[in-house]
């Protein structure tokens, strides 16, 4: 039998199992940098496997290393472990146990099919060269990304990586499907915080006041042109703020004003332009009004480039494990994502594993209260990374 079949066969075998293992982690969602009972589990089922060494990296991070039949090339497989602050509203078996966190990203699904990628490269690590590492990374959903706190800490050394691939959920796409795209895909993400400092009082007063309400409506309105007039139209640009508070009242206007929002591109150079325009104009707007306002940015994750090659051969093995007609161009993604921090560290490949099923009423976004998968994604999300990982290591 050859080995591509070989791992679907195991795959299908082992589909109850990663089933099982999704099942537990959605039920049992953990916080970002708080996968403390997430992390245990991770290793309690790499040991059953019959992997031993094991480490943890980052507090709440996992890591190991499986080594083929011989000396040869180190592929690293990326998962993400962490959950979300949003209430479950899904009325199924395995509903979140931990009220007001979920897991509405699909971090439970990328880490069942890693551990089910582990299972098939265990069972078959006389049939390929060289060694992959397993990485289940902690705190993609916040600051500072736990990509980028694992990459200091050394997560690719000893052994480095010749290359890194992650896959993430998409209900846009039909279970059976994937996705890839070669090159700049996602964009940089900074959070953008404004506070627009006035001279509140009473509403029936408003010439002896600095309405920081008015302020911060003008601001707002002028940070467009950073995207409509600044920015090169070649570039995708984003800045939107989704978050403004004021604390007045209809009789009363506050002292101040504070505005989050985010600003996205996929072009390092101009992301720090845009930044010193957002400081110019939102502080010499809150000025020529006779206010003031603070600016505070904090720079987030980078644009997330796929390497040429890596996907381009990774693309390929996906349409030998699932047929061309089931393998997709993605468009660029305005969304953003930690391993980005991997992407321009070394050569990686980022792709989109589809888990929608319109008939069976899947389609709900991720980072919704309803967000929900075809679970027959999980034997093809575990098939599929072992195989890509085991056709790079055999060239």
């Known amino acids: 039998m050859k080995i591509i079949d070989r791992i679907k066969s195991l795959a299908e075998t082992n589909f109850s199992q990663i089933q099982s293992f999704r099942h537990h982690l959605h039920q049992n969602p953990e916080l970002s940098f708080q996968e403390y009972k997430t992390a245990e589990f991770v290793k309690q089922q790499l040991e059953k496997i019959g992997i031993s060494n094991i480490q943890t990296v980052g507090k709440t991070g996992v890591t190991t290393v499986i080594s083929g039949s011989s000396t040869g090339k180190t592929i690293a497989l ?86 890194i691939l992650g896959q993430h959920v998409t209900p846009l796409i039909a279970t059976g499907k994937v996705g890839f795209r070669s090159g700049k895909y996602m964009a940089s993400a900074d959070e953008i915080y404004l506070k ?7 509403s029936a007063l408003p010439e002896s006041l600095v309405d920081p309400i008015i302020i911060s409506s003008q601001i707002l309105i002028n940070l467009q042109q950073i995207a409509s007039r600044k920015s090169s139209p070649t570039t995708p640009t984003v800045l939107s703020f989704g978050d403004i508070h004021g604390n007045g009242a209809t009789n009363v206007i506050p002292d101040e004003v504070n505005i989050a929002g985010t600003f996205r591109t996929f072009d390092e150079k101009w992301r720090k332009e845009a930044h010193e325009w957002i400081k110019q104009i939102a502080k010499q707007t809150a000025e020529a009004s006779g206010g003031r306002c603070e600016v505070r940015i904090v720079a987030g994750y980078p644009f997330l480039v796929n390497d040429e090659d890596v996907t381009a051969r990774s693309k390929s093995a996906a349409a030998e494990y699932l047929g061309e007609k089931n393998v997709e161009d993605l468009d660029l993604w305005m969304g953003a994502e930690d391993f980005a921090f991997y992407s321009h560290e070394l050569p990686a490949c980022f792709y989109r594993l589809g888990t929608g099923n319109k008939a069976k009423n899947i389609t709900s976004g991720v980072h919704t209260s309803t967000f929900d998968i075809d679970e ?18 055999n060239g």
């Open 78 to 163: 990326r998962a993400d472990l962490d959950a979300l602050p949003i209430k479950e509203l899904n009325e199924v078996s395995y509903r979140s146990k931990n009220e007001g966190i979920m897991h509405a990203c699909g971090h439970d699904v990328h880490t069942s099919c890693l551990l089910g990628a582990a299972m098939i490269l265990h069972e078959l690590r006389e049939h390929w060269p060289g060694e992959v590492k397993l990485i289940f990374q902690p705190g993609e959903e916040k600051s500072p990304g736990g990509a980028s706190i694992l990459i200091k800490e050394g997560i690719l050394k000893n052994p480095r990586p010749s290359q």
């Open 376 to 393: 027959r994604a999980l034997e093809i999300g575990s098939g599929l990374m072992a195989w890509m990982a085991i056709s790079a290591l």
């Open 196 to 202: 627009i400092i006035g001279k509140g009082g009473h």
